[in-house]
């Protein structure tokens, strides 16, 4: 059964950074390999819907990212370690969220509906 595991939140001080880490496995179960699935960063505030951060398809083509976090947080992904990431640069308090890795066959999309795997998620909290 594909799993994603997530890690790397914490607490950071504002215009501070975070990596996130998104540990894949089992993909192959589904009769696919990880490099035919896109890969996106989801994030959801308390009180807030779950909305799309950013998606990445292959190694180095990047699709988007939302308008609050260009030019601050950077995706990227290793196929070959099974893992994606989340660079995140300049942190600010409206960035805290539970971020949550998902899993999407071929296409990326921004709609919570239209992910095939989820990860559990992990707590982004900036605070001075």
């Known amino acids: 059964q594909p799993q994603l595991v997530e890690s790397g939140g914490g607490v950071v001080q504002p215009g501070g950074s975070l990596t996130l880490s998104c540990a894949a496995s089992g993909f192959t179960a589904s009769g696919f390999t990880l490099d035919v699935y896109t890969m996106s960063w989801f994030r959801q505030a308390p009180g807030k819907e779950r909305e799309a951060v950013s998606c990445?398809?292959?190694?180095?083509?990047?699709?988007n990212y939302a308008d609050s976090v260009k030019g601050r947080f950077t995706i990227s992904r290793d196929n070959a370690k099974n893992t994606v990431y989340l660079q995140m640069n300049g942190v600010k308090p409206e960035d805290t969220a539970v971020y949550y890795c998902a899993a999407r066959w071929v296409r990326c999309s921004n709609y919570v509906a239209d992910m095939n795997y989820w990860g559990k998620g992990t707590q982004v909290t900036v605070s001075s």
């Open positions: 990445i398809r292959s190694e180095d083509i990047v699709t």
